[in-house]
T-cell receptor, first 112, second 112 residues
Framework: QKEVEQNSGPLSVPEGAIASLNCTYS??????FFWYRQYSGKSPELIMF????GDKEDGRFTAQLNKASQYVSLLIRDSQPSDSATYLC????????????FGKGNQVVVIP | AAGVIQSPRHLIKEKRETATLKCYPI?????VYWYQQGPGQDPQFLIS???????DKGSIPDRFSAQQFSDYHSELNMSSLELGDSALYFC???????????FGPGTRLTVL
């Protein structure tokens, strides 16, 4: 079992709609979580991080963390064609090492 | 703002050859991480360094070694290259007190 799971297939959303992405994690002691955006062949680009239960908003992006249920989500409001990319969820370990464990990613396609 | 620098950006090698990848972290970042991303895969943690000492080790083959130098740049040395080593290799950096890792543009290694 991967430490971080992203099980949804490719997501197609119309321009201007909300895209919703979810991931779950297995290590209850994980401290913080990150959403990265990755365009094909490019490096992961940090969108947001969250470490407290609840919501965190940054512009068109909202991250949600529920530690009791061990899931993290990302909402993208007013989706734009430039949001078309793979979104990687990552968790950071609890034991002082800072390695990131990534989910396999979700591809988002915003249709103009 | 200055970002993580990686060189070379592209590298083509034959089987059984050696390769050296370089990473220059963001100024004042003292921690460097290496990740390997195979085609269609999520990034996998290889190894990290803090203040020139190895701080964590992941799924790095014995054929690979790495170090961090006094100016905080890091090098990943890969020997006896195999076809399966073909991948994108990302370096990320953070400050020890920082939560987030910032990724470099990556080195695309192709082993023929």
């Amino acid at each position: 079992q991967k430490e971080v799971e992203q099980n949804s297939g490719p997501l197609s959303v119309p321009e201007g709609a909300i895209a919703s992405l979810n991931c779950t994690y297995s290590d209850r002691g994980s401290q913080s979580f990150f959403w990265y955006r990755q365009y094909s062949g490019k490096s992961p680009e940090l969108i947001m991080f969250i470490y407290s239960n609840g919501d965190k908003e940054d512009g068109r992006f909202t991250a949600q963390l529920n530690k009791a249920s061990q899931y993290v989500s990302l909402l993208i409001r007013d989706s734009q064609p430039s949001d078309s990319a793979t979104y990687l969820c990552a968790g950071r370990g609890r034991y002082g090492n800072n390695r990131l464990a990534f989910g396999k990613g979700n591809q988002v396609v915003v249709i103009p | 703002a200055a970002g993580v620098i990686q060189s070379p950006r592209h590298l083509i090698k034959e089987k059984r050859e050696t390769a050296t990848l370089k990473c220059y972290p963001i100024p004042r970042h003292d921690t460097v991480y290496w990740y390997q991303q195979g085609p269609g895969q999520d990034p996998q943690f290889l190894i990290s360094f803090y203040e020139k000492m190895q701080s964590d080790k992941g799924s790095i083959p014995d054929r690979f070694s790495a170090q961090q130098f006094s100016d905080y740049h890091s090098e990943l040395n890969m020997s006896s290259l195999e076809l399966g080593d073909s991948a994108l290799y990302f370096c990320a950096s953070s400050s020890r007190q920082g939560v987030t890792q910032y990724f470099g543009p990556g080195t695309r290694l192709t082993v023929l």
